[in-house]
């Protein structure tokens, strides 16, 4: 999944992989197809939410309902995970699987963060993770990283909330900004800055281009993505194609790919990695990894 063999992982991630329920079954014959058309039929449904500006409340109340339990339960990092990491089915590299324990698509996608983390911001002085949310990957980098900075901005209020109560409990300084990718105020990144977002940019559909300008403007030394990249489904499979139709029907990210290509050749930027793990929830798959950085006249 992620082009490395076992023994190449961090600890971190090793960890994770030991300590929790990872079992699941590979979905065969009448029942894989049952889950195609559930798929499809899910991607039809005609309540189904489209990402936009209009969304800000959305997550506000969402997230809220984090901070409180947050709150409430002393500061438990458990109470942190999104509520919608749960599904009993899942997609892994091409197949459908019954996962044993609801926890699996969490872990997996910790497993892979920590990897991603150890590939790519080992060097860097601070990340700043866009779409942050309930900042669980800023509690990952924390663990992973005594010395790094840590920044997470969000559109969601509740969510610098949490980050605040978040430092206290890693005990770690983390700033919070209030941000909306839709439209990037000035934020300086400063040197040697990784960029991260994980299914944020996801909610931005084909309305990438301010933020991608702000990036490019701020040059930042890795932008690292683990997003749901919808041209990187294959043209020619059901199994990809019931994905492809709900990433549409949500609209979800689409361009970004492409554009990066675009900039790659017109050497403005270097595409470092684009890698597509295989892992998704039952709709589609949010975890493909892309990797680039600006090309400075010095660096370059
Ligand atoms: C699916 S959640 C992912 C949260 C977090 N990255 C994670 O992996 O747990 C999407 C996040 O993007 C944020 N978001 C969506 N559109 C945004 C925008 N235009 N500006 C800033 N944040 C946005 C939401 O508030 C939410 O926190």
Not at 21 to 32: C, I, K, N, Q
Not at 158 to 171: C, D, H
Not at 210 to 230: K, S
Not at 258 to 282: H, K, W
Request: net charge negative; aromatic share 10%.
């Amino acid at each position: 999944m992620l082009g490395t063999t076992a023994d190449r992982l961090p600890p971190a991630s090793l960890r994770t992989l030991a300590n929790d329920d990872l079992a699941f079954e590979v979905l065969s014959g009448d029942e894989r197809e049952r889950q195609l058309l559930r798929a499809l039929r899910g991607a039809e449904a005609p309540d189904l939410t489209v990402s936009g500006p209009h969304r800000a409340a959305d997550w506000e109340r969402g997230w809220n309902e984090n901070l409180r339990a947050f709150e409430n339960e002393a500061l438990e990092p458990a109470t942190l995970m999104p509520k919608y990491n749960r599904h009993r089915v899942l997609r892994l590299q091409g197949e459908y699987v019954r996962v044993a324990a609801a926890e699996f698509e969490y872990a997996a996608y910790t497993a892979i963060r920590h990897h991603v983390f150890a590939s790519w911001f080992a060097d860097v002085d601070r990340v700043v993770e866009y779409g942050c949310g309930t900042g669980t990957s800023l509690m990952l980098l924390a663990q992973q990283f005594p010395q790094l900075q840590l920044c997470g901005l969000d559109w969601a209020p509740s969510s610098q909330a949490i980050l605040a109560k978040l430092a206290t409990r890693v005990g770690r300084a983390i700033e919070a900004h209030r941000f909306d990718m839709f439209e990037p105020t000035p934020l300086e990144l400063g040197p040697r800055c990784g960029v991260f977002t994980s299914a944020a940019m996801e909610q931005l559909g084909d309305r990438f281009e301010p933020l991608l300008q702000h990036w490019l403007a701020q040059d930042p030394a890795i932008c690292v993505h683990l997003e749901p990249i919808v041209e990187q489904y294959a043209e020619n499979s059901l199994f990809d194609e019931v994905a492809r139709r709900y990433h549409e029907r949500r609209g979800y990210l689409r361009g970004f790919l492409p554009r990066l290509r675009e900039l790659a050749a017109q050497r403005r930027i270097e595409l470092v990695e684009v890698r597509r793990t295989g892992l998704g929830s039952f709709f589609h798959e949010g975890y493909t990894l892309v990797v680039w950085r600006p090309i400075t006249r010095g660096r370059a």
